[in-house]
């Protein structure tokens, strides 16, 4: 690649216009202004935020219909603005979904995820993109050699994962491999806490009832997979896999799943920390044992989104070959197979699916 790239004036793009409806439709390129860049799309990964925005025809703090979505995307920089520097041409880049304003209080503290004028981009279901300036100056990054599209597009959950990691604080915990860390569900997100985890070199038990979950949380690292009842109530059954069977000292939630928040807390053993990882529905309410969050004194934390600084160790990760979430990834479709990669989420059947203008490309 190289030289100037002749960009058409039209795209196809997946739309959507309410709950459960997607249409591909062509619409307009914008061609860059100062300081933004336009990307040529050439991986986007799907990811449950996108089933659940595909269930409910929207979201309210990123995205409203009809418009066009999906947020986990690399690329390569088909036109660049006046003014831009840091990238030019043909250069490999994902984009992540977000981008602090730089200058509010929690920026300031650098707790970028939670800025007060934070932006979202969309629309990686498409053949390009137009990246604004405060994501080409805050948010987007080259992709390291030797690292495929498909591969970097799951920088974005990757750089979630690893902001709630860090909030976990395990240090407190002695070495890695001295305390277990336990993992309530293992979709794509519950399954990039195992392979990171694993990769830092901690003892992670993994629970799911899905079995070809568990498997692959295996293979990530979880030195033990076990099945459980979907719905919660599963402590007891849960806290007599740990090692000595007085619980664990980390438990993560990445089910999203009320019940299991509650089982996650009640598998903690004294002094643990829990981080309720998984969103749940709004309005949502979970009771406390008082007693336990007191005697044992429990730590509860809530981790939501990424940094600028978690996207870009995301990066650093997932370009080691050792580190193996292409497993994530189920199958392949083009833009037009949006739905059907969906609905194959919704059905459990994929973890994820990489969607592409065409396939066969790259
Ligand atoms: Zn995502
Ligand atoms: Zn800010």
Redesign the pocket.
């Known amino acids: 690649m190289g030289g100037v790239m002749e960009i058409q004036e039209t795209m196809r793009g997946a739309v959507l216009l309410g709950p459960e409806q997607i249409e591909i439709r062509e619409v307009p390129i914008s061609q860059p202004g100062p300081g933004e860049i336009l990307i040529s799309i050439e991986a986007a990964t799907t990811?449950?935020?996108?089933v659940k925005v595909y269930r409910r025809g929207g979201h309210p703090r990123m995205l409203k219909v009809p418009t066009l979505f999906g947020?986990?995307m690399t690329g390569r920089v088909a036109a660049i603005g006046g003014g831009v520097t840091v990238f030019s041409t043909g250069d490999a880049v994902v984009v992540a979904n977000s981008a602090p304003c730089g200058v509010c209080g929690p920026c300031g503290a650098g707790r970028e995820n939670l800025c007060e004028d934070l932006q979202y981009i969309n629309g990686a279901y498409a053949e390009f993109l137009l990246v604004p300036e405060r994501f080409v100056q805050r948010n987007t990054h080259l992709i390291p050699e030797g690292l495929s599209f498909e591969k970097a597009a799951l920088t974005?959950?990757l750089g979630c994962v690893i902001h709630g990691i860090n909030t976990c604080d395990l240090s407190r915990y002695g070495k890695p491999g001295e305390a277990e860390i336990l993992i309530f569900g293992a979709g794509p997100i519950g399954l990039l806490f195992v392979a990171a985890l694993a990769a830092k070199g901690h003892r992670v038990l993994l629970a799911d009832p899905n079995p070809n979950r568990l498997a692959v949380g295996k293979q990530l690292g979880a030195a033990e997979a076990f099945e459980i009842t979907r719905g919660g109530g599963q402590a007891e059954t849960v806290r007599a896999r740990t090692l000595d069977g007085k619980g664990a000292a980390v438990a993560i939630d990445a089910s999203g799943v009320p019940q299991v928040w509650l089982d996650a807390i009640a598998c903690l053993r004294p002094g643990g920390t829990v981080n309720l990882f998984g969103g749940c529905a709004p309005g949502t309410t979970i009771p406390l044992d008082t007693y336990l969050l007191h005697y044992s004194e429990l730590t509860i934390k809530g981790a939501y989104h990424h940094r600028p600084e978690t996207i870009k160790a995301a990066l650093g990760l997932l370009a080691d070959p050792g580190f193996k979430a292409e497993l994530l990834l189920s199958g392949e479709q083009p833009i037009e197979g949006v739905e059907e990669a969906l609905k194959s989420m919704m059905s459990k059947e994929s973890l994820k699916v990489v969607i592409k203008k065409s396939l066969g490309s790259n």
């Open positions: 990811c449950g935020t996108d947020h986990e974005e959950p």
